[in-house]
Nanobody, 127 residues
């Protein structure tokens, strides 16, 4: 089992940057594939980015491709989401999630595929 805690959210002006962190408990963090999702009130949870357990494979939603970068440091039990060129449409609660992958290169874009979730961190982008 793994527990996830996000940090790094906040208020930023359009065009700015933020880096979110997701710290995981447990000694088996490196065996999990990780993902970032976001949600705004009244809308379904939206996939943002995913990364394989080794960090060698990353996958992005079209809406963030070229602006966001997902990475991980297995020695620090942490996954990151670097967000650049933010715009007001990126305003949401961002949550990280973990799942034991079926194969080494697997990444997952559906929220139901994940077993563990953090509590989320608010990102607000002002225009």
């Amino acid at each position: 089992q793994v527990q996830l805690v996000e940090s790094g959210g906040g208020l930023v002006q359009a065009g700015g940057s933020l880096r979110l962190s997701c710290a995981a408990s447990g000694r088996t963090f490196s065996s999990y594939a990780m993902g970032w999702f976001r949600q705004t009130p009244g809308k379904e949870r939206e996939f943002v980015a995913a990364i394989s357990w080794s960090g060698s494979i990353a996958y992005y939603a079209d809406s963030v491709k070229g602006r966001f970068t997902i990475s991980r440091d297995n020695a620090k039990n942490t996954v990151y989401l670097q967000m650049n060129s933010l715009n007001p449409e990126d305003t949401a609660v961002y949550s990280c999630a973990a799942v034991v992958p079926s194969s080494s290169g697997s990444v997952y874009a559906k929220s139901y595929e994940y077993d563990y979730w953090g509590q989320g961190t608010q990102v607000t982008v002002s225009s």
